[in-house]
């Protein structure tokens, strides 16, 4: 599916950032456990580059998932956008159960 502006749908749109965004998660939740289990393997505390380091995989994964999905640029925009969109929605979740869990 070769994507252009020209003859994208809203239903390929969708579909496509579903896929980069669920891929991204997927991928960031591996790479989430490995560091978890690095650090608790080695009796370190979290390293201050480990969020950085998640981000980053989430949008590379995104993006890859994107271009090669999509075919062009546009793939590789959308899938970038999705992943770091990922990060954040992830993390906001994340914190409103932290948040009501202790209240």
Do not use: P
Not at 52 to 73: D, I, R, T
Not at 83 to 88: D, L, P
């Amino acid at each position: 599916m070769n994507l252009s502006l020209d003859v994208i749908t809203w239903e390929t749109m969708i579909m496509l950032i579903s896929v980069c965004a669920l891929s991204a998660y997927a991928g960031t939740e591996v790479v989430r456990q490995l560091l978890n289990g690095w650090t608790r393997h080695s009796k370190k505390e979290k390293a201050w580059w480990q969020a950085g380091v998640l981000k980053s995989v989430s949008v590379v994964l995104g993006g890859a998932a994107g271009y090669f999905l999509g075919e062009s640029l546009l793939g590789l925009v959308v899938g970038v956008g999705a992943g770091g969109i990922t990060t954040s929605v992830v993390g906001a979740v994340k914190a409103r159960i932290k948040g009501a869990g202790s209240a």
